[in-house]
């Protein structure tokens, strides 16, 4: 079955930079969410699109900001790069009927390092 | 706001024996999800399990099962033939169902769980 998929898969970049990610949900799910996992710790909520739209957001810093297109797939972009942004980034996907949404599936990550 | 906890950092068990993992979490909420994620070395999050909270009936998944007390608001993962591929660190989640918006998951800080031979 298809998956989540995430590029890069890695991504090396020095501060006061900016990142792409970019997030190919599974097909026929409408809704992307992306998560922020540090070294030892759990994967915390940044922000979520259902449908093109801004669903949900969680603590997402300014500098971040993200968007899903018209074919579903979201792009997460960084700017003015912190060392402590060196994480893992997890794109997740779901799908959505009668207004209630299904469990999420996660992508495999992209591992970001600012240096 | 809903916490999730995870009260065991790391368990071990031998392959083929049973382990189960603990979670407990804390909600005002009347309808949600609650799911166990595995997240082996590599680092993927896989999803073992869900439970919706109006389901009386606890969710089985091959070797995986869980025991879900909604009074207590308890919600436990039985591994069962622990195999080597179990390894893994082990998420206890929490999603809102009913919030009309593309909830996030709330994570516990994870058990660690090491299946040796």
């Known amino acids: 079955a298809a998956g989540v998929i995430q590029s890069p898969r890695h991504l090396i970049k020095e501060k006061r930079e900016t990142a792409t990610l970019k997030c190919y949900p599974i097909?026929?799910?409408?809704?992307v969410y992306w998560y922020q996992q540090g070294p030892g710790q759990d994967p915390q909520f940044l922000i979520s699109?259902?449908?093109?739209?801004?669903?949900d957001k969680g603590s997402i810093p300014d500098r971040f900001s993200a968007q899903q297109f018209s074919d579903y797939h979201s792009e997460l972009n960084m700017s003015s790069l912190e060392l402590g942004d060196s994480a893992l980034y997890f794109c997740?996907?779901?799908?959505?009927?009668?207004?209630?949404?299904?469990?999420?599936?996660f992508g495999p990550g992209t591992r970001l390092t600012v240096t | 706001a809903q916490t999730v906890t995870q009260s065991q950092p790391e368990m071990s068990v031998q392959e083929a024996e049973t382990v189960t993992l603990s979670c407990t979490y804390d909600?005002?909420?009347?309808?949600?999800?609650l799911f166990w994620y595995k997240q082996p070395p590599s680092r993927q999050m896989i999803l073992v399990i869900r439970?919706?909270?109006?389901?009386?009936q606890n969710a089985t998944e091959n070797r995986f099962s869980v025991n879900f007390q909604k009074a207590a608001k308890s919600f436990s993962l039985k591994i069962s033939d622990s195999q080597l591929g179990d390894t893994a660190m082990y998420f206890c989640?929490?999603?809102?169902?009913?919030?009309?918006?593309?909830?996030?998951?709330?994570f516990g800080t994870g058990t660690r769980l090491q299946v040796t031979l």
């Open positions: 997740a996907s779901s799908r959505q009927s009668g207004g209630r949404f299904y469990e999420q599936y």
């Open positions: 097909p026929r799910h409408d809704t």
């Open positions: 699109f259902y449908e093109k739209m801004q669903s």
């Open positions: 909600t005002s909420e009347s309808n949600y999800y």
């Open positions: 439970q919706e909270a109006y389901k009386q």
């Open positions: 989640a929490f999603m809102n169902r009913n919030t009309g918006t593309a909830s996030k998951l709330t």
